[in-house]
């Protein structure tokens, strides 16, 4: 079965930094592209970032460009997301993903973590 | 980057009638070389995360139920749900994975 199980979320200030930890199992991770979705409460999904199977970063939405990083260790089977320069609009739930479709950077996400809240707050 | 638009933002629709989400992108999501549309469609429900429904337009993820079906093509979707449910009541996203960053619409809302 496959599990993803983030942490690292909480309440930080406006301007600061916080890191983002996927931790995954269940599946052959090096084979998939691994993804970052937020939520802010109650609002929509906003895709936020990738690093393929190959461990390259995708792509980044325009909102978190040259802030934010992602990077996967194979051998740990989990991807970070190092967010800096943290706006208040960031506040969100972030989920971690998993590609529907191996050895592509292309894919729907099958497989979702239940999330954690990060609140940029002064 | 792809603006993905729903319609309507939000339905309602009784219990085992037919209810009809429609997506479209501001460019084609159709790649040539394979002839598959890049587009996927989640339900999401109150406090959970995202559940992956469809994908490549029309594909049924394994498990959920034959009562949702994709269809469309290019730059235009459908998400049908036939004999609704009281069950499926939730958000509804599609999202496109041809090009990055792969952008989501903003979700229809589903009510019975």
């Known amino acids: 079965e496959v599990q993803l199980v983030e942490s690292g979320g909480g309440l930080v200030q406006p301007g600061k930094s916080l890191r983002l930890s996927c931790s995954a199992s269940g599946f052959t991770f090096d084979d998939y592209a691994m993804y970052w979705v937020r939520q802010a409460p109650g609002k929509g999904l906003e895709w936020v970032t990738g690093?393929?199977?190959?461990?390259?970063?995708?792509d980044f939405a325009d909102s978190v460009k040259g802030r934010f990083t992602i990077s996967r260790d194979n051998a740990q089977n989990i991807v970070y997301l190092q967010m800096k320069s943290l706006r208040h609009e960031d506040t969100a739930f972030y989920y971690c993903?998993?590609?529907?479709?191996?050895?592509?950077?292309?894919?729907?996400?099958?497989?979702w973590g239940q999330g954690t809240l990060v609140i940029v707050s002064s | 980057d792809i603006v993905m638009t729903q319609s309507p933002d939000s339905l309602a629709v009784s219990l085992g009638e037919r209810a009809t989400i429609n997506c479209k992108s501001s460019q084609s999501v159709l790649y040539g070389s394979n002839n598959k549309n890049y587009l996927a469609w989640y339900q999401q429900k109150p406090g959970q995360p995202p559940m992956l429904l469809i994908y490549?337009?029309?594909t049924r993820e394994p498990g959920v139920p034959d009562r949702f079906t994709g269809s469309g093509s290019g730059s235009d979707f459908t998400l049908t749900i036939t004999s609704l449910q009281a069950e499926d009541v939730a958000v509804y996203y599609c999202q496109q994975y041809y090009s990055s960053p792969y952008t989501f619409g903003q979700g229809t809302k589903l009510e019975i």
């Open positions: 993903g998993k590609s529907r479709i191996v050895n592509s950077n292309d894919g729907p996400i099958d497989s």
């Open positions: 490549w337009a029309s």
């Open positions: 690093v393929s199977w190959k461990s390259g970063s995708i």
